[in-house]
């Protein structure tokens, strides 16, 4: 069965410092990973995703993932962040069909120190 | 990019009415459409996925009668709760995947709908 695991439920960093979310999944074919952002009381926003190609890929807003098949994960990195970065970050595993669900992870929120 | 537009984005009814939210691909034909739940603090739920011109696909646990969906064109699909009641107040987030030539199949979400049953 599919499954997407965030194991984090509240991260809080200081502005500026580094962070990393993480995410590990359990799917049975060649995984559709995404990271997707949501401020409080708003929709979903792509960070960015993964399905072939190079294991480390670049989003919007300064974030990064690397997708690392031995460990079966997707984590979510930023070298700095900043007091706008609060809010809910999912990640999300799929299979690249259009009929495909998508299952998220049960969601990392994110504070920022000042 | 591709947008997905849902409508309305709040609404509040009486227990025991119906509501009917709307999911429309704006500049993509979407065959598939998917509609979640999000509780307040927790992760999106997928409650069905919604096929143009057949019948959506229910999540174990869904139930049918309640939440019934219409995909009636590649552009449009609709959620209706029925009979409405208190415990139904939630946030309701539509979704679809552009598949199109060239494109990525990423799944582009609707703003949500947050529907208050009193």
């Known amino acids: 069965a599919q499954s997407v695991t965030q194991p984090d439920i509240h991260i809080t960093v200081s502005e500026g410092a580094s962070l990393e979310l993480r995410c590990n999944y359990s799917y049975g074919?060649?995984?559709?990973?995404?990271?997707?952002?949501?401020?409080?009381?708003?929709?979903?926003?792509?960070?960015?995703?993964?399905?072939?190609?190079?294991?480390?890929?670049?989003?919007?807003?300064?974030?990064?993932?690397?997708?690392?098949?031995?460990?079966?994960?997707?984590?979510?990195?930023?070298?700095?962040?900043?007091?706008?970065?609060?809010?809910?970050?999912?990640?999300?595993?799929?299979?690249?069909?259009?009929?495909?669900?998508?299952?998220?992870?049960?969601?990392?929120?994110?504070?920022?120190?000042? | 990019?591709?947008?997905?537009?849902?409508?309305?984005?709040?609404?509040?009814?009486?227990?025991?009415?119906?509501?009917?939210?709307?999911?429309?691909?704006?500049?993509?034909?979407?065959?598939?459409?998917?509609?979640?739940?999000?509780?307040?603090?927790?992760?999106?739920m997928l409650m069905a996925t919604s096929n143009e011109g057949s019948k959506a696909t229910y999540e174990q646990g869904v139930e049918k009668d309640k939440f019934l969906i219409n995909h009636a064109s590649l552009t449009l699909s609709t959620l209706t709760v029925t009979s409405a009641h208190p415990e139904d107040s939630s946030f309701y987030i539509c979704s679809a995947r552009d598949m199109g030539v060239g494109r990525t199949g990423e799944l582009f979400f609707g703003e949500g709908s947050r529907l208050t049953v009193l």
């Open chain 1, 29 to 114: 074919a060649t995984p559709y990973l995404f990271w997707y952002v949501q401020s409080p009381g708003q929709g979903l926003q792509l960070l960015l995703k993964y399905f072939s190609g190079d294991t480390l890929v670049q989003g919007i807003k300064g974030f990064e993932a690397e997708f690392k098949r031995s460990q079966s994960s997707f984590n979510l990195r930023k070298p700095s962040v900043h007091w706008s970065d609060a809010a809910e970050y999912f990640c999300a595993v799929g299979a690249f069909s259009s009929a495909s669900k998508i299952i998220f992870g049960s969601g990392t929120r994110l504070s920022i120190r000042p």
């Open chain 2, 1 to 44: 990019g591709a947008v997905v537009s849902q409508h309305p984005s709040r609404v509040i009814c009486k227990s025991g009415t119906s509501v009917k939210i709307e999911c429309r691909s704006l500049d993509f034909q979407a065959t598939t459409m998917f509609w979640y739940r999000q509780f307040p603090k927790q992760s999106l």
